[in-house]
C-alpha cells in the first residue's frame, strides 16, 4: 500500500498561480496512474486531472483544461498539479489519488483510485 503526501497549497489571489505536489511515502509512483480530486465546502469530490503511469496521456475535467497542467517527473516520485489563472470556485481541498490497476489508461471516476492523501487546502481569494 502507497501512502501519498501532498504539498504546496495555500491562499492565493484570483488570477494567481500554484503547484501542488504529490509524492510516495516511501516509494516511488512508477506503478500507478495518478489523479488529482479536489472537495469544495458543502460540495462532493470532482475529478480534477489525471495522468497515466508511463505519462504520456493526460485527462482533465472541463473546467480546469487550459488553466492546469498535470504532471509527473522522470523518477516517478513526484506528481505534480500546476495551476494558472486560478478562481474563487477553484477553492477547494485537493486531493492526489493512485489508480493501480490502470496500466495504460488514465482514471477519470473517483471509484478507479485505490489509495488517497490527506489532502491540501486551496484557497482563492476574489
Known amino acids: 500500500q502507497v501512502q501519498l503526501v501532498e504539498s504546496g497549497g495555500g491562499l492565493v489571489q484570483a488570477g494567481g498561480s500554484l503547484r501542488l505536489s504529490c509524492r510516495a511515502s516511501?516509494?516511488?509512483?512508477?506503478?500507478?496512474?495518478m489523479g488529482w480530486i479536489r472537495q469544495a465546502p458543502g460540495k462532493e469530490r470532482e475529478f480534477v486531472a489525471a495522468?497515466?503511469?508511463?505519462?504520456?496521456?493526460?485527462n482533465y475535467a472541463d473546467s480546469v483544461k487550459g488553466r492546469f497542467t498535470i504532471s509527473r517527473d522522470a523518477a516517478k516520485t513526484t506528481v505534480f498539479l500546476q495551476m494558472n489563472s486560478l478562481r474563487p470556485e477553484d477553492t477547494a481541498v485537493y486531493y492526489c489519488?493512485?489508480?493501480?490497476?490502470?496500466?495504460?489508461?488514465?482514471?477519470?471516476?473517483?471509484?478507479?483510485?485505490?489509495?488517497w492523501g490527506q489532502g491540501t487546502q486551496v484557497t482563492v481569494s476574489s
Open positions: 495522468i497515466s503511469r508511463s505519462g504520456s496521456s493526460t
Open positions: 516511501g516509494g516511488t509512483l512508477s506503478s500507478y496512474a
Open positions: 489519488a493512485a489508480d493501480r490497476r490502470a496500466l495504460w489508461g488514465v482514471p477519470t471516476t473517483l471509484e478507479e483510485y485505490d489509495y
